[in-house]
């Protein structure tokens, strides 16, 4: 088992490839990353999404807790690895969650 202090950088690492850089990400689904920090939290937005109702619709759902936030006064999702037990799988499904919530929003542009 590995050291929180070692897991959280690798798991967010992978949460950002997630998120912003691989499959899943902003050329595919219109994900982008928010922030750059060595923290273990990464902010996201997308264009037809309300951070709010995604952060709504994921503790409805309980797939995960996640907050929103403004950067640069612009809102997006701050999420949070807390767990030295995540996967990547379970990263994986948190953003196809994601993916599927936003798919069945109605689209409305905040940025």
Not at 25 to 43: F, K, M
Request: aromatic content about 10%; hydrophobic content about 45%; some cysteine.
């Amino acid at each position: 088992m590995r050291p929180v202090a070692e897991a959280l950088p690798f798991f967010l690492k992978h949460f950002r490839l997630q998120v912003g850089f691989s499959g899943f990400g902003a050329h595919a689904t219109g994900w982008r990353i928010a922030n750059q920090t060595p923290l273990p939290v990464v902010c996201f937005t997308r264009e037809d999404a309300i951070p709010s109702d995604l952060v709504r619709e994921l503790r409805d759902r309980q797939i995960a807790w996640m907050s929103d936030v403004e950067i640069g006064g612009k809102p997006a999702v701050r999420a949070c690895i807390t767990s030295f037990k995540t996967t990547e799988q379970d990263i994986a499904w948190v953003v196809d969650q994601l993916n599927t919530i936003v798919s069945n929003m109605p689209r409305r542009k905040t940025i």
